[in-house]
């Protein structure tokens, strides 16, 4: 999965051969190069979504349980949808590395962000959120909690 401005952070920041070879890694809230955990935490779509809503996406677990809770109107929305899972993956991620000692986001090739744990397993939270999206299950929630569990 290629995510546009991925590609353009990688530009300032080194070559793609230099991702290719082992991938690049950013811990905390937003203390990675260049601020990559806070560009990957704004999920613009999703944030408009829950605010339209009344829900307050504030890097908790309960904001996942919130929005497992919201009517999925942008199912009807094909041009969106994509977009939206996008925002629901990167937004999980974020979640967890903000809540999870250890956890961390990487980038893999060719520009896919996953989330890393302490225990080296390897979370590929945008397809996670693509597949909340489209169908709702699983939800994010019971993601979070997995993944808080081992």
């Known amino acids: 999965m ?11 920041r080194g070559s793609a051969a230099d ?3 082992g991938g690049a890694a950013v811990s905390g809230a937003g203390d990675g ?3 990559l955990a806070a560009l990957l935490a704004e999920c613009e779509l999703l944030r ?3 605010e339209f809503a009344g829900v307050r996406l504030d890097n908790s677990a309960a904001s996942l349980e919130a ?3 919201l009517p999925p109107r942008w199912r009807d929305d094909e041009e969106s ?4 899972g ?4 990167l937004y999980l991620g974020t979640v967890v590395v903000h809540t999870i000692p250890g956890a961390g986001w990487e980038i893999r090739p060719p520009g896919r ?3 890393r744990l302490a225990s080296g397993r390897e979370i590929d939270v945008v397809s996670a959120g693509r597949a909340w999206a489209a169908g709702g299950v699983p939800e994010l929630s019971q993601l979070y909690a997995e993944i808080a569990e081992g």
């Open 33 to 35: 190069p260049g601020g």
């Open 86 to 89: 996008n925002d629901a993956g």
């Open 113 to 115: 962000p996953v989330v």
């Open 48 to 50: 408009s979504q829950a």
């Open 67 to 69: 929005l497992d809770q």
């Open 19 to 21: 991702f290719a070879a």
């Open 2 to 12: 290629d995510i546009p401005f991925l590609g353009r952070w990688r530009k300032r």
């Open 81 to 84: 949808l994509p977009r939206l």
